[in-house]
């Protein structure tokens, strides 16, 4: 029950964090000399929003024991570590 019930919540933030990207990209004007048509007030409530629900995905995350530090990694992205053989460096016995 209480790994349901998680899992819908962690849905609900999803969904929550998509549709108000959605609504801001959909709002955010695509010429720059056209106005917002947000207020000030109304940018910081959406922002404090986001803020909320990236702090209770970072808990349920951390609830579930997972890694909240991970970032996307590319493909083509160098890597930090590097694998060096090191069968040419054995020393042969006189």
Same mark, same amino acid.
């Given at each position: 029950m209480v790994d349901q019930t998680l899992s819908q919540e962690r %849905?609900?933030?999803?969904a929550m964090r998509k549709t108000l990207a959605s609504i801001i990209r959909d709002l955010t004007p %695509?010429? #720059?000399?056209?106005?917002? #048509?947000?207020?000030?007030a109304t940018v910081e409530d959406v922002k404090a929003c986001f803020d909320l629900i990236a702090a209770r995905e970072r808990e349920l995350a951390t609830q579930e024991g997972l890694?909240? %530090?991970e970032l996307p990694r590319f493909t083509d992205e160098p890597k930090s570590a590097q694998v060096i053989t090191i069968s040419p460096l054995k020393t042969t016995k006189h």
């Open positions: %849905r609900i933030l999803m %695509r010429e #720059p000399m056209q106005a917002y #048509p947000l207020s000030e890694t909240t %530090r």
